[in-house]
């Protein structure tokens, strides 16, 4: 059989043919010469590669090289074979080499020719909830007799409790950490020797939390079954410092190749039709998976690289140097000062803090919409382009307007006050957008509507949030508090 070269996020066995099909695995430094990666996101990439390997054995040709063009020079002669990549930089890079073939891409649900039909049919009108629904009808998933299991499409639409009126979360067993051995030490000892003799990272070292082999991986998704989907209810904005959400902490594997989609989609939904967990959450994670997870890759690829320039807002300035390097210590702001110390210390972040804290600060500030997702892609270890151009670009800085994310994730520190708790305790008040104690969040949502009048989309809400702008008596004095604050950390 013709070798399988794969990526480090193509790991898992359905992206080989054979059971002892040859491989071709390539550990590449220059990766992380050319930017400042998060150290225990470097550690889980490089864990799961030498896992991997250490699995094959004899099967496996397990290239350390500077480049991955020294890498196919060393094989130059047998011909190859890759799964499409999940970056367009990695797609550019083997298609037309000689001797390597691209084949279909794995490890989603719609193969790219159902998107582009469903794309087709819709007139260039792609709503997620639109793409949901097609993708749970053709794969039969929570579905009874043609019908949504329950009689209802999506779960999420039932109005939240106030977080004050909430039920009180019952805590969660947390997922037991894998046990790190021989290669995780390995790996250590390269990273530190690696920056020894130069080569940047961000963040802090710590134990591996997450899954880097197949084994460990279905454990993950055992637990999550088990003990956590019971618990999950539908997905809600909530910023929290004690974040009571049932998250399932499977993103890392997904994105490494470890699991399937479907597989993960097929055990939750037995869960529901065994009465092991209820509906709601069963529904909300199929619809991260079968929905969110594949509309974003696809959205990736059918739109092409020209997204994500942020041509379309004024959004030019540079990410400041104490968001790059994770300073969470120089950042007065109680959310931001949280939600950053958690990527710093674990390289993770809940969707909604990335989306309404992160993302909203850089999007208020008018930071690079391309230097943020790369920003994220860097320090998150379940960072990825493709997830990122959509998540950071095409929701947070809004920089490819009319595209079919319509919903903008910008908000003041009102919001931020009613779906969470961290304004308790903060020294800036979310009801003030002037003064000392003007909240940055608060001042940085009115900064950034003036700052984009006649550019922002046909939208209910910001076109009520510009009425409001219109009658704001101290416009004048928030525009220039906000040119001084510049870009210090806040």
Partial sequence: MTRRWLFADQLGPHFLDAPRQPVLLVESKAVFRRRAYHRQKAHLVLSALRHRAAELGDQALFLHTETYGDALLKVS???????????????????????????????????????????DRRHGRLRLEDFYRDARRRHGVLIDGGLPA???????????PPPDEAPVAVPLPPPVLPVEDDIDAEVRADLDRWEAEGIRFVGRDGPRRFPVTRAEALARLRHFVDERLP?????????????????????????????????????????????????????????????????????????????????????????????????????????????????????????????????NYGLQRGWRPADLADWFRRVLVDGHEWALTA???????????????????????????????????????????????ACPFSAGYWSFLDRNRGRLPANARLDRAMQQLDRLDDLNEVRAQERSRGDRAP
């Fill in 77 to 119: 002669g047998e011909p190859i074979e890759v799964c499409h990549p999940t970056s367009r930089a990695a797609l550019a890079f083997v298609s037309g080499r000689d001797g390597v073939t691209v084949l279909p891409p794995r490890g989603f649900a719609t193969t790219p020719a159902d998107f582009v039909a469903w794309a």
């Fill in 391 to 437: 998540n950071v670009v095409g929701l947070s800085p809004l920089a490819d307007l009319g595209t079919p994310e319509s919903r903008p994730y910008v908000a003041g520190g009102g919001y931020l006050n009613r779906i969470g708790d961290y304004c308790r305790g903060c020294r800036y008040d979310p009801r003030s957008r002037l003064g000392v104690n």
């Fill in 150 to 160: 329950g009689g209802r499409w999506n779960l999420a639409d039932d109005p939240a």
């Fill in 231 to 359: 618990a999950l209810g539908r997905p809600v904005d909530e910023v929290r410092a004690h974040d009571p959400v049932a998250r399932s902490l499977l993103s890392p594997a997904f994105n490494l190749g470890l699991l399937e989609p479907l597989e993960a989609v097929r055990r939750a939904e037995a869960a529901y039709r065994a009465g092991a967990a209820p509906l709601s959450g069963v529904e909300g994670f199929v619809r991260q998976l079968l929905g969110w997870r594949d509309y974003i890759w696809h959205l990736y690829w059918y739109f092409g690289a020209d997204r994500g320039a942020g041509g379309g807002l004024r959004a030019t300035r540079p990410v400041p140097p104490w968001f790059a390097t994770l300073d969470a210590a120089a950042v007065e702001a109680r959310c931001l000062s949280d939600v950053l110390a958690g990527v710093r210390d674990h390289g993770w972040a809940g969707h909604v803090p990335r989306l309404l804290v992160l993302g």
